[in-house]
């Protein structure tokens, strides 16, 4: 049962649109949810994270939009970039598990020139 | 800063063999994670360690062995490959407790 559900798999933008990402959770304890940006041949980097006493969360171009009611958050890029193409995967954990991340699937991102 | 060395980045294998993939990390975390990379399945975790000698199984723990020799060092093995297995193993390290996993670059198995 996948317990971070990440939408859409892939998406394709034009350089200088707004790329938003889209996730959601079903685990109520789930508190902190970290956003990973992975480059091809790389492994996964901590992009911009966000706590569940938080409803918004801004780091430069990236910002991340909390909805906790309906256990569903967004990351948006704006004025997205060709160095912006990357998988980039939602995460959450709750403060009760021992440094257990659940992941999603990832989303594709291609900005296109 | 420091950084997770994985080795070897490619690894090709034969159906039924024993493959060991090896991880090191400088950045002196005491916990260190496993994960497997599936296209389109995102990040499943397979073992982990808070410390030397301390093994914990994640979701995906079956046909996997583990072994972290040494707080700097954790090393997967696969017990027995599968045919057209085809995946990237990620190493990882935190500090206790810590949220911010820390990734290699991973190895990416295939078998034949």
């Known amino acids: 049962q996948q317990q971070v559900r990440q939408s859409p798999q892939s998406l394709t933008v034009w350089e200088g649109e707004t790329a938003i990402l889209n996730c959601s959770y079903e685990?109520?304890?789930?508190?902190?949810f970290p956003w990973y940006q992975q480059f091809p041949g790389e492994g996964p980097a901590l992009l911009i994270s966000?706590?569940?006493?938080?409803d918004k969360k801004e780091d430069g171009r990236f910002t991340i939009f909390f909805n906790k009611r309906e256990k569903k958050l967004s990351l948006h890029i704006t004025d997205s970039q060709p160095g912006d193409s990357a998988t980039y995967f939602c995460?959450?954990?709750?403060?009760?598990?021992?440094?257990?991340?659940?992941f999603g699937q990832g989303t594709s991102l291609s900005v296109v020139p | 800063g420091g950084i997770i060395t994985q080795t070897p980045k490619f690894l090709i294998g034969q159906e039924g063999q024993k493959l060991t993939l090896k991880c090191q990390q400088n950045?002196?975390?005491?916990?260190m994670y496993w994960y497997r990379q599936d296209s389109g399945k995102g990040l499943r975790l397979i073992y982990y360690?808070?410390?030397?000698?301390?093994?914990q199984k994640g979701d995906l723990s079956e046909g996997y062995d583990a072994s972290r020799e040494k707080k700097s060092s954790f090393s997967l093995t696969v017990t027995s490959a599968q045919k057209n297995e085809m995946a990237v193993f990620l190493c990882?390290?935190?500090?206790?407790?810590?949220?911010?996993?820390?990734f290699g670059a991973g190895t990416r198995l295939s078998v034949l």
């Open positions: 990882a390290s935190s500090i206790t407790g810590g949220n911010t996993l820390y």
């Open positions: 685990d109520s304890t789930f508190n902190y």
């Open positions: 966000i706590r569940s006493v938080s």
């Open positions: 995460a959450a954990i709750a403060s009760s598990s021992f440094s257990k991340l659940v």
């Open positions: 950045f002196n975390h005491d916990t």
């Open positions: 360690s808070i410390t030397e000698n301390d093994l």
